[in-house]
């Protein structure tokens, strides 16, 4: 009897979880949880046989002096162990480095990428040729055993999850796929260097070819912990592309539990993707771009919210922005008021139809974003779940559109100088369209997706607290763009302040960096953060499973305005930005809060 081994674990993987575990803490979920369950399992159930089997015919040995004693299968307790810690902290970086991820936006279409099926080919090919080639060393016996018996093992179970997924795994970037092999696998081999070295366990030499990857490890023990780890990540990949699948197709998959069964996750990746529906795909994908484009706060915060309400949301905000752009990108006063009638008339279509309360929208909807608007924004338009989300808010957005148009020079504007916000209730007036009307549509779906239960009265009160928390961000959004807004014309900041601080919209449109509107700007944050700390106390209210996420959400913007009110910051092109390592700190304590 012996620690040896006993104290590998305490020394080299548990501190490690420990560390992985408080670091994702405030994002897991039950989704999460389910999945590392799963994963280590599948790992103990689909190795156990195997080891007891390498331990049987003595290709690896324990010393009794290493080991406490208890075994199952021959296996001892710490190797057991070790099933269990190495799949945990392996799926614990993968979830870390995957939570920004989008991960319906990877998925494929039923026309593959342009070399799709020669890699899917190529990669079954070299797998079940490694199956065949480790049938074959272990055949042969002698040296050549232990590297057999990893391939041998190995082959199928990668084989079967490249022949499902490989496509998806492609196009996933880099750093949630490769990453999360290379960093566990590099940190074991480290690990087994030592405990080699110390003799906690032992290869025997007739059974392996005797090269070393470096003095101390190995080649087939460095083989070992690098297949491994692939299997692992291999695994959660293939997780999160039937996850994906049941989320992205309502119309295939009308309900999805937050933790699927595994018959639902594997027919999900054998559904044919000419099911699929190519313009959902590709609509998402447009979407995600916009909001990594547009907004990195709100691209971060979505990475809090999880299953159907993550992509209603991004889809939310991809329609708001298109919609915002169109008439923003306009020179002419009327093209934009054009597009507000387009929009508009949009809307009457989609909820005069019944077909409003279905997922996909009536045919003459269709035809009509077909007829009336730009390929690149017709996805945006017919993705928006309009079966989701009550109208008003929307024609209110309409609404605050109206109010940037008045900005647009006419001949009674250049007389009498004229600029729509001209006291401060105006300006509360239009933040509530323009943003207030967003955060309600935002909790409209929280609450369809919520699986907290919630009264109607509840349900008004956090809307209504919601509106004015868009009112606050908005404050913050203008207070950042005095000089942006300028360049095109606009003025935000109330006449009334301006009048009182001795400048007209005029002075602003000059010289927007002006001390003096320095002064009118922290007014404005002041204003946006007393709103906030009115409304902050509702995201407690909210249902348990967006609670932190909104907050994240909130919290994120709001730091913009804490950026601003810093003593000596200078905007950068007219904008505040917050470095990254601030955002993820802002967002870390937005979600350990709950």
């Known amino acids: 009897m012996g620690f040896d081994y006993a104290l590998v674990h305490l020394r080299y993987t548990i501190p490690p979880a ?38 049987r015919r003595k290709v690896w040995t324990y010393p009794e002096d290493a080991v406490i004693g208890p075994t199952l299968f021959s296996v001892p307790a710490e190797e057991l162990f070790f099933f269990v810690i190495q799949t945990y902290n392996t799926t614990l970086l993968y979830l870390i480095l995957n939570k920004p991820i989008f991960h319906p936006s990877y998925l494929s279409s039923a026309k593959p990428r342009k070399g799709a099926e020669f890699q899917w080919n190529a990669g079954q090919l070299i797998f079940a040729a490694s199956f065949i080639m480790g049938l074959g060393l272990i055949w042969s016996g002698g040296e050549g055993t232990y590297l057999g018996l990893i391939i041998a093992w190995a082959g199928p179970f990668a084989l079967l999850l490249w022949s499902l997924s490989s496509q998806f795994l492609i196009a996933l970037p880099l750093s949630s796929t490769v990453v999360p092999i290379a960093i566990p696998t590099l940190y074991l081999w480290m690990v087994d260097t030592l405990a080699l070295k110390r003799g906690t366990w032992v290869i025997e030499s007739g059974t392996k070819l005797g090269i070393h990857l470096w003095e101390g490890l190995d080649i087939e023990e460095a083989l070992f912990f690098l297949v491994t780890n692939v299997l692992i990540v291999f695994g959660l990949v293939a997780f999160d592309h039937a996850l994906s699948i049941l989320l992205t197709f309502p119309i295939l998959f009308p309900d999805v539990p937050e933790v699927p069964s595994p018959v639902l996750l594997v027919q999900a990746l054998l559904t ?66 054009e597009w507000i009638d387009k929009l508009t008339h949009y809307l009457d279509l989609a909820y005069a139809s019944k077909e409003a309360r279905l997922v996909q929208k009536h045919p003459d909807v269709h035809s009509y974003i077909t007829e009336n608007f730009p390929k690149s924004s017709q996805l945006a338009l017919r993705l928006l779940p309009t079966h989701l989300l009550s109208y008003g808010p929307l024609y209110g957005l309409l609404e605050g559109f109206k109010t940037d148009l008045e900005f647009h020079d006419s001949n009674f504007s250049k007389a009498l100088r004229t600029f729509p916000i001209a006291n401060e209730y105006d300006l509360e007036v239009y933040a509530a369209r323009v943003a207030g009307t967003v955060a309600e549509l935002c909790l409209e ?17 956090l809307i209504r607290s919601g509106g004015r928390m868009g009112i606050a961000l908005q404050y913050v959004n203008v207070a950042r763009d005095i000089s942006t807004d300028a360049a095109i014309g606009r003025v935000y900041l109330p006449t009334s302040w301006l009048k009182g601080a001795g400048l007209k919209p005029d002075d602003v449109l000059k010289n927007p960096d002006n001390p003096a509107i320095d002064v009118l700007r922290a007014r404005l944050l002041d204003k946006a953060f007393g709103i906030y700390r009115e409304a902050q106390p509702a995201l407690a209210q909210l249902p348990i499973d967006a609670r932190a996420p909104m907050r994240v959400a909130v919290e994120s913007y709001m730091e913009i305005g804490r950026v601003l009110r810093e003593k000596g910051y200078k905007l950068k092109k007219g904008r505040a930005t917050v470095p990254i390592k601030r955002r993820l700190t802002v967002a870390w304590k937005a979600l350990s809060q709950g």
Request: overall charge positive; hydrophobic content about 45%; proline content about 2%.
């Open 272 to 337: 044919n993707r000419s099911k699929y529906g190519t313009e959902r795909i590709i609509g998402i994908q447009e979407a995600v771009a916009r909001l990594k484009n547009k907004s990195r706060s709100f691209y971060l915060a979505s990475s809090a919210f999880i299953g159907r309400l993550r992509i209603n949301l991004v889809l939310l905000y991809s329609f708001c922005r298109v919609a915002d752009d169109l008439i923003d990108d306009c020179s002419a006063e009327s093209d934009a008021r």
């Open 18 to 55: 420990i560390a992985l575990t408080l670091l994702y803490r405030p994002l897991l979920n039950r989704t999460d949880l389910y999945k590392i369950a799963f994963l280590i399992s599948i790992a103990f159930i689909s190795t156990l046989p195997w080891d007891s089997y390498l331990v």
């Open 445 to 461: 779906l929280v609450f369809h997706h919520t699986n907290s239960v919630t009264t109607t009265a509840q349900r008004e009160t």
